[in-house]
């Protein structure tokens, strides 16, 4: 599977619509010294966590020595989690491996100046722990419960809307937007369906080429995600808990089965009209600056006819960012809104229980209650200037 690099990649949060334009030249160099930045997240892992575990022997030794000996194991404890850190760090170092020529359309050679690995902020370092998380919600047998809950119903809606019983479904284009490490979309190709991802993150993309390209047997290769959490483990194990992946083959795809991946913000990437039969959004909506910017480009790119299904929270993702403009609907403006764009309600479940990288064994959990919708831009458009950006297809007022 390749993976197209479309427009520059920002991880740290970017103005709004500020952003300075720059040349072309510009751009590229800057997404290549951003490239280079999170390569270099993943290989500072290793000595940003070995200095937590500094830390935690440190805050032990200074224990008075009674206390140090009523918890003897204490420090066999922080050493076998820095082995499960090593662990972690080997994989990192197979995914920085493999992704340096990961694009099809731009190489990232390394430049002397972008190769120097030195700390990265905990901006980073949070976003990389996250990251390892990920591949448990998506490509472990721990993470099914978590698919179950929130791939399926979306799959299954595909399924009802586009029977394979009745059509070539290879025919069907589905497009998942925000894709992360790529599963709802590798799920939906397996069942023939043409489907492509979309991702922005470089920690996102990195991994999932190296899971989807790399990975050729089940369960080959183990992860220890809960080691950075220190808190709220009942278990001093339940900290050091291995997770092998990917519980299944990501090479077992048909061989005629069409299924891809696109670097690059989902707006920008995406300004085709009439495109896709299918969009399909998983705890995507939130991610924008301002959700109407998504409806309005998820309406664009939809052929006439086409169906949005959608299942998540809202979590706006800029809510707290200093200078980033966020827009934080409630769903009932969000759904007015979709409404008076045209689109059709055609489902709808408004607490859909599901969780996100859930540690099954911590004692603090976060449930999300999401909605689930599925909406129609409808078949017969009438032309309506007003309502739609630059004089789109509206449908008919009913
Ligand atoms: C909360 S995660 C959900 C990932 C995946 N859908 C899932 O359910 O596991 C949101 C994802 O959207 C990506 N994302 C955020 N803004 C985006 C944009 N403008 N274009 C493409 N992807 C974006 C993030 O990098 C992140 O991977």
Request: aromatic share 12%; charged share 25%; net charge negative.
């Amino acid at each position: 599977m390749g993976t197209e690099s479309a427009e520059p990649n920002q991880e740290e949060p970017c103005f709004y619509r500020g952003r300075p334009k720059h040349s072309p030249e510009e751009e590229a160099r800057l997404e290549r010294q951003h490239f280079w930045k999170i390569i270099n997240a993943f290989r500072y892992y290793r000595t940003h966590f070995e200095e937590r575990l500094k830390r935690c022997e440190r805050h032990f030794l200074s224990l008075p020595r009674r206390h140090q000996q009523l918890l003897s194991g204490f420090l066999d404890k922080l050493a076998e989690i820095r082995r499960c850190m090593e662990c972690n760090h080997e994989v990192l170092q197979a995914i920085v491996h493999s992704c340096t020529h990961m694009f099809e359309n731009m190489e990232y050679d390394e430049d002397e100046n972008m190769r120097r690995a030195g700390p990265s902020s905990t901006f980073d370092m949070d976003k990389l722990k996250s990251t390892i998380k990920q591949f448990v919600r998506d490509w472990s047998e721990t993470g099914k419960g978590e698919r179950d809950s929130c791939y399926a119903p979306i799959i299954r809606e595909i399924q009802i809307q586009f029977p394979p019983e009745k059509r070539d479904v290879s025919e069907v284009k589905v497009l998942v937007p925000g894709a992360g490490l790529g599963r709802l979309a590798w799920e939906i190709a397996s069942l023939g369906y043409s489907c492509q991802g979309n991702e922005w993150s470089f920690f996102m993309l990195f991994c999932s080429n190296f899971v989807l390209n790399r990975c050729e047997k089940e369960n080959c290769l183990t992860l220890y995600p809960w080691i950075h959490q220190f808190s709220n483990n009942k278990l001093s194990g339940d900290q050091m808990r291995a997770v092998t992946f990917p519980d299944v083959n990501p090479q077992s795809l048909p061989l005629d089965s069409d299924f891809s991946m696109t670097a690059g913000d989902f707006l920008e990437v995406y300004t085709d009209p009439n495109t896709w039969d299918c969009v399909a959004t998983c705890f995507f909506i939130d991610t924008a600056h301002n959700v109407l910017d998504y409806i309005d480009t998820i309406w664009n790119i939809l052929k006439p006819g086409g169906v949005w299904i959608n299942l998540g929270p809202l979590l706006y993702h800029f809510e707290n960012m200093a200078n980033e403009l966020s827009i934080e609907l409630s769903y009932e403006e969000i759904k007015g809104t979709i409404l008076k764009c045209g689109f059709q309600l055609e489902a709808e479940r408004e607490s859909v229980l599901s969780t996100y990288t859930e540690n099954e064994r911590s004692m603090l959990k976060y449930l999300y209650d999401c909605v689930f919708f599925v909406v129609r831009k409808p078949a017969a458009l009438i032309s309506n200037s007003q309502n739609c950006k630059g004089g789109e297809l509206k449908a008919p007022m009913t």
